[in-house]
């Protein structure tokens, strides 16, 4: 099994380091954890990192005050190095430095391997976490522009230049079609509620009937049930 890394930035824990876990592993303050923080917001099993299909997964274990990834409340979520990790008061950097140097190198369009270029061994020793911010933070700032270009590369969508989050890999012939029909149950019933928009005479605002926009709102409810039921089917049923 892979082994992670987790930098403590924020919390009691400052400045500890848990290198090389072997997964899984489970961050909480009660003896057990693998990766265990004296912060009393953070309970006792709170989340959970495992390996599945070639990706780290983090998982909030039903936690008291939530799980946060670069800010954004998750239930399940994949870890990429430099993603920040908020339990309770503390924040955890994922990714040993070197695998954030690296991931840096590609988010910058470098390659490690081609004559010239920066290699990870030539920068610095320390990595700082608020430089990474605005280069990991795409689901804050990523805005989608319908003037850009949807492209598709080696299995990934893009927008632009901007990766989207991909499809689940090696799914079965049930679970391709549960998720074609849950998408285009989204895609129609997203494309019923706008079709009555309209544009002002200089098209800078656009209004919409408010019975409309309560079957977005409604259409926002349900996508947050399917996020939760992801992580805990039993959700559903709540």
Known sequence: ???????????????????ELPTPVTIGREEGNLLRLNDERVSRFHA???FDNSEIILTDLESTNGTRVNGNVVQIRRLRPGDRVGVGRSLLLFGSERE????????????????????????????????LAAQ?????DFVLNPRDKISEV????????RPLPPLP???SPSQAARLAELLDFLHRHISSATENIQADENALHVTLAY?????ILALQMVLARYVR??????????
Do not use: Y
């Open 100 to 131: 954030i140097a690296e991931r840096v190198m590609t988010l910058s369009g470098l390659s490690t391997s081609s004559p010239g270029s920066a290699s990870a061994n030539s920068l610095p020793a320390t990595v700082h976490a608020h430089t």
């Open 229 to 238: 039921a992801v992580a805990d089917p039993d959700a559903l049923e709540a």
């Open 136 to 140: 990991f933070d795409h689901d804050v």
């Open 1 to 19: 099994m892979p082994l992670v890394t987790f930098q403590v930035l924020e919390g009691i824990d400052k400045g500890k380091i848990f290198r």
């Open 48 to 50: 959970k990192v495992q």
């Open 154 to 161: 080696e299995g990934t969508l893009f927008i632009g230049a």
């Open 169 to 171: 890999n090696k799914m």
């Open 211 to 215: 019975a409309d926009w309560q079957r």
